[in-house]
């Protein structure tokens, strides 16, 4: 008999990042980092950002979020994750060149908040946070191996 | 009979009307491609979302958030959601159409959003009250694109300034049909959404889950409730883009069509015209040469 599996979706409001049959998947979560094994119990939460790691057939596969929602519920006796991320990427599609661009976003960001010329706090915060989740997470898996 | 002179130069002129309205329909075409494409894609989004605000819906009786609380309507603040350009056929006259049931049949004052310049000036030469317009919107929407205007909804709303919000939009069904639809966005009712969730999604089962939610319910909630708001205005708007864009689309194609109809038409004028011109030359020709011999 072949291991559980459970059914992970990452939806963002402009496509689905991912649909696919995975063993475990490991969120950042408001609470938290937690692992969502097959069986698990339904389980709102809330999102931050940083990597969304799925195993399948032992291989892992990152994705950087950041926020949004996670729903765990069961159907038919199949454990769903969905995500709903407001961003989502996987890590390979994090190019180099896009990394330098994130991160001199960043930097242009901060310059003009202590300038103090960002009125949209809330904007802002969201935009910088995205920036830099990209390039943590793209750096922290630059040595690692992964399934593309 | 028109000079041949005359229907040469009608025949080029509906020939360049023809070009236009050809490259046009390209134009549009290739556009709702995408425009139909992310508004699919982003439906996924916005069911799973509603399913989510199912969930916390069911779990919990007794609603905090202002958004879900329905107070008597003293003032409406309507959305009206059209395009900037013309020329797509019976688009915007719809929602404008609907929109002025509304009016008709709404007893409480109305403000109004509008987005796209049709509906704008439509509303303006009604001397309707607009607090708010955007027409500066890019042709492929991103979410950031809409933050200002579902901010300045829930701010208004929040400020409780308005009672209801309703938004108008053209719902897109498929590149042949549209369909223009008012809803009230806010505040939320929960009838209303698990309505809506049981319409799309119809295998749901119907048995309670006791979900754990972390952090807790009313942080939950409240992020849930402004990021799924948003999502909606979201949905509405792409939808409504690709509306426009396929309905332009047809509205050219249907133009086309016509200029080439048009085309046939007075090129048969012409023949006929020549050919009776040709006639009465030689005609005049053997009667010039009777005369003489």
């Known amino acids: 008999m072949s291991a559980k599996t459970l059914k992970l979706k990452i939806v963002t409001p402009e496509k689905v990042v991912l649909e696919e049959e995975v063993n475990q998947v490991t969120l950042p979560t408001m609470a938290g980092e937690i692992t969502v094994l097959p069986e698990h119990i339904p389980l709102v939460s809330a999102l931050k ?23 765990v519920k069961k159907n038919d006796n199949v454990t769903e994750v969905i995500i709903l991320a407001d961003f989502a990427e996987h890590v390979a599609d994090i190019t180099d060149e896009a990394i330098m661009k994130a991160k001199a976003r960043a930097a242009e960001l901060k310059t003009l908040h202590d300038k103090g010329e960002i009125v949209d706090f809330e904007h802002f915060e969201a935009e910088l946070e995205r920036s830099l989740t990209r390039v943590k997470i793209a750096d922290k898996w630059r040595l690692k191996k992964y399934r593309k | 009979m028109a000079s041949t002179k005359e229907i040469k130069r009608r025949i080029k002129s509906v020939k360049n009307t023809k070009k236009i309205t050809k490259a046009m329909e390209l134009v549009a075409a290739s556009k709702m491609k995408r425009a139909v494409a992310s508004a699919l894609s982003s439906r996924v989004y916005a069911r799973y979302s509603l399913e989510i605000l199912e969930s916390l819906s069911e779990a919990i009786t007794e609603s905090v958030n202002p958004l879900f609380v329905e107070r008597p309507a003293a003032k409406t603040l309507f959305v009206l959601v059209t395009s900037n350009r013309g020329l797509c056929g019976a688009y915007n006259a719809q929602a404008i159409r609907q929109t002025m049931n509304f009016i008709k049949q709404s007893s409480v004052p109305i403000d109004f959003v509008t987005v796209g310049k049709k509906g704008d000036a439509a509303l303006r030469r009604l001397g309707q009250n607009i607090v708010a317009s955007f027409t500066e919107l890019p042709d492929t929407l991103s979410l950031r694109d809409i933050l200002p205007v579902a901010s300045i909804l829930f701010e208004e709303y929040g400020s409780q300034k308005y009672d209801h919000v309703y938004i108008a939009y053209t719902d897109f069904v498929s590149a042949l049909s549209q369909k223009a639809t008012i809803r009230q966005l806010l505040p939320i009712s929960k009838e209303k959404i698990i309505k809506e969730v049981n319409g799309e999604i119809k295998e749901r089962k119907n048995g309670k889950t006791d979900y754990t939610f972390e952090p807790s319910y009313e942080v939950l909630i409240e992020k849930l409730v402004e990021k799924l708001s948003r999502a909606q205005v979201y949905q509405m708007l792409l939808e409504s883009m690709a509306s426009e864009q396929s309905s332009r689309m047809v509205a050219m194609k249907n133009a086309s069509e016509a200029a080439g109809e048009m085309i046939d038409d007075l090129t048969l004028v012409f023949n006929k015209a020549r050919q009776s011109s040709i006639t009465q030359e030689i005609s005049e020709i053997s009667a010039g040469m009777a005369s003489v011999s």
């Open chain 1, 49 to 71: 950002s940083g990597d969304v790691v799925a195993v399948a057939n032992g291989e892992h596969i990152p994705f950087a979020v950041s926020g949004g929602f996670i729903e």
